[in-house]
């Protein structure tokens, strides 16, 4: 059974970093596309990045374009997302997501495992 578990949130202030991580278990990165997608308090969930099964990357937000990079370490079956230069309006609950037809695609239907999330709040 695929499972997916965030860690690495917290709080931040203003310009300050996070490395987010996504724990894959039950199948190997190379059967799946991992999103990054985020929901702040009264706003609906919208997609970060992506990668695919073959390691393209896909970026979703343009506000989030040079801040955010999303990597993945193969041996340890987990994805990262390095997130630089928050602001309090990136304060959200970050999850991540499995698509099982291995690419990456904007429509959050597509992504049919997550995680349970991990609060990033940046305020100083």
């Known amino acids: 059974q695929l499972q997916l578990v965030e860690s690495g949130g917290g709080l931040v202030q203003p310009g300050g970093s996070l490395r987010l991580s996504c724990a894959v278990s039950?199948?190997?990165?190379?059967?799946?596309?991992i999103g990054w997608f985020r929901q702040a308090p009264g706003k609906e969930r919208e997609g970060v990045s992506c990668?695919?099964?073959?390691?393209?990357?896909?970026n979703y937000a343009d506000s989030e374009k040079g801040r955010f990079t999303i990597t993945r370490d193969i041996a340890k079956n987990t994805v990262y997302l390095q997130m630089n230069s928050l602001n309090p309006e990136d304060t959200a609950i970050y999850y991540c997501?499995?698509?099982?037809?291995?690419?990456?695609?904007?429509?959050?239907?597509?992504?049919?495992?997550w995680g349970r999330g991990t609060q990033v709040t940046v305020s100083s």
């Open positions: 039950g199948a190997t990165l190379y059967a799946y596309a």
């Open positions: 990668i695919s099964n073959s390691g393209s990357i896909a």
């Open positions: 997501a499995a698509n099982s037809r291995a690419y990456c695609t904007k429509a959050i239907a597509d992504f049919g495992s």
